[in-house]
C-alpha cells in the first residue's frame, strides 16, 4: 500500500501553531469544559471512572445520536474518535481494489486518499462555482459506471460553505437508488446553516446512506475527539470489525460529555452560539473583501467555518502561504491541498479580533510587501 501525503493536514500540523494568527482553522472557536457543562455536571465529569467502554461507542451515547435520526437505533451508529477514524472505518468497510468511488471536489480529500491507497479508483465530480459550488447532476450521471460501490459528498461543504438544495439532495438520492451504490456524506458541519433552517440528512433520505458526522466542526468541541457514523446495522457492524483494529474504544470523558452535548436542547444552544460568531465573522470577511475586490472575490459560505477565496496575483497559492506565514506570521490554507490553486481558505470561527488581525496582515501584505 503506498499512502499519498495528506497535503492539507500535514501543512496544518508542521505550521498552525507556529503561527501569531492561524486562519487556516476550519471549525469554531471551542468550548471550554467549564463553559460547556453545568457546575453539576462538572462534579460528575471527576466520578467517571476511566475504564475501557464499549468498543463501538457508550449505549446511551449511540442512542443520543441516533435519536437526531428518524427510525434509527443504536445499532444504526458507532462513536469514533473523531469523523477521521469513522472515515477510514467507511473506506475499510466499504470498498473494494477495483472498486470505483465517486468523489465531489473540492472536498476534504481524507476519503479520496485512502480508497486510492487501497486499490480504488477514484473518479472526481467537480462541484461548479457558477452553480454556488454544487455539483450538475448530469455530471454524477456520467461519472458513474458499473464498477461504482459509493459515491462521497461533503455537505455543507469544505472548503467551500456551500449547501445543497433539497432538489439536489432528492436528486443524488435518485441517482444512487437508481444504481444500488452506497451515498456517504460528510455532515460534521450540518447545523451550522447561517440562513436557513437544518437540511434533512442523507441518512434519512436513503436506505443506502452513511453519514460521518461528529463533534468537531459545527459543535465547536475538537478537543473530545468524538466522530460517529450513521447508516444501515451491516454495515456498522462491519466498520465496528475493522475498530478492533485501530483504537479499541474512546474516551470515557469525552463520551460523557458528548452524551449531554448531543441532547437536543444542548445541542441547539452550542449550535446558536456558532451561528452567531459564524454570522458576525462573515459579515467582517464580505467587508474586507468588499474593500479589497480588485484582488479578492469568493462566493460566500452558506454554511461552515470557513470560506474560499479566489485571488487575483499570479503567485501560486502554496507559495502565497508560506510568504504569509514567513513573513507576517499568518497561516491560511492554499488552494493547492484541494487540487485548486488560485484560492486560498480562511477560517472564519475565531475571535473576531484574531480575523480582523490576521485579514489586516494578508491585505497589507498583499499591497505593499508582494514582490
Request: aromatic fraction near 8%; proline fraction near 5%.
Amino acid at each position: 500500500m503506498k499512502i499519498e501525503e495528506f497535503t492539507l493536514e500535514r501543512i496544518q500540523s508542521l505550521y498552525e501553531n507556529t503561527v501569531e494568527y492561524n486562519l487556516s482553522d476550519s471549525g469554531v472557536h471551542p468550548y471550554s469544559l467549564r463553559e460547556l457543562l453545568t457546575p453539576e455536571q462538572q462534579s460528575q465529569v471527576l466520578d467517571v471512572e476511566l475504564g475501557y467502554g464499549w468498543t463501538n461507542g457508550r449505549v446511551e451515547l449511540r442512542r443520543a445520536i441516533a435519536s437526531l435520526h428518524p427510525d434509527r437505533n443504536e445499532d444504526h451508529v458507532i462513536v469514533t474518535n473523531g469523523s477521521a477514524e469513522a472515515n477510514f472505518l467507511l473506506v475499510m468497510s466499504l470498498l473494494e481494489p477495483g472498486d470505483e468511488l465517486v468523489v465531489f471536489v473540492p472536498n476534504y480529500l481524507q476519503i479520496w486518499g485512502w480508497a486510492r491507497a487501497i486499490g480504488v479508483t477514484v473518479k472526481e465530480v467537480l462541484l461548479r462555482e457558477e452553480l454556488g459550488w454544487t455539483p450538475d447532476l448530469d455530471d454524477v450521471r456520467k461519472a458513474i459506471s458499473h464498477r461504482t460501490k459509493m459515491m462521497t459528498i461533503c455537505n455543507p461543504n469544505n472548503p467551500t460553505g456551500s449547501v445543497l438544495s433539497r432538489e439536489t439532495m432528492d436528486g443524488l438520492v435518485a441517482i444512487a437508488r437508481h444504481h444500488g451504490i452506497y451515498l456517504h456524506a460528510d455532515e460534521v458541519y450540518k447545523g451550522a446553516e447561517l440562513n436557513q433552517d437544518e437540511p434533512p440528512s442523507f441518512a434519512d433520505l436513503y436506505e443506502k446512506a452513511i453519514i460521518t458526522s461528529g463533534l468537531s466542526k459545527a459543535m465547536a468541541l475538537p478537543g473530545l475527539r468524538i466522530g460517529w457514523l450513521v447508516g444501515p446495522a451491516q454495515e456498522i457492524y462491519a466498520s465496528w470489525q475493522r475498530k478492533d483494529y485501530t483504537s479499541i474504544t474512546t474516551g470515557a470523558v469525552s463520551e460523557f460529555v458528548a452524551e449531554i452535548a448531543v441532547q437536543p436542547a444542548k445541542r441547539q444552544e452550542i449550535l446558536a452560539r456558532s451561528k452567531r460568531i459564524l454570522r458576525e465573522n462573515l459579515a467582517l470577511l464580505q467587508r474586507w473583501v468588499d474593500a479589497n475586490s480588485d484582488l479578492f472575490s469568493f462566493v460566500p459560505p452558506e454554511a461552515g467555518g470557513m470560506a474560499f477565496i479566489r485571488y487575483a496575483m499570479s503567485m501560486n497559492s502554496t507559495e502565497l502561504v508560506h510568504r504569509l506565514r514567513e513573513e507576517r506570521g499568518i497561516m491560511l490554507l492554499p488552494g493547492d491541498v484541494y487540487g485548486m490553486d488560485h484560492y486560498i481558505r480562511i477560517g472564519i470561527g475565531a475571535p473576531a479580533h484574531h480575523l480582523e488581525a490576521g485579514l489586516d496582515r494578508l491585505a497589507s501584505f498583499v499591497r505593499t510587501g508582494l514582490k
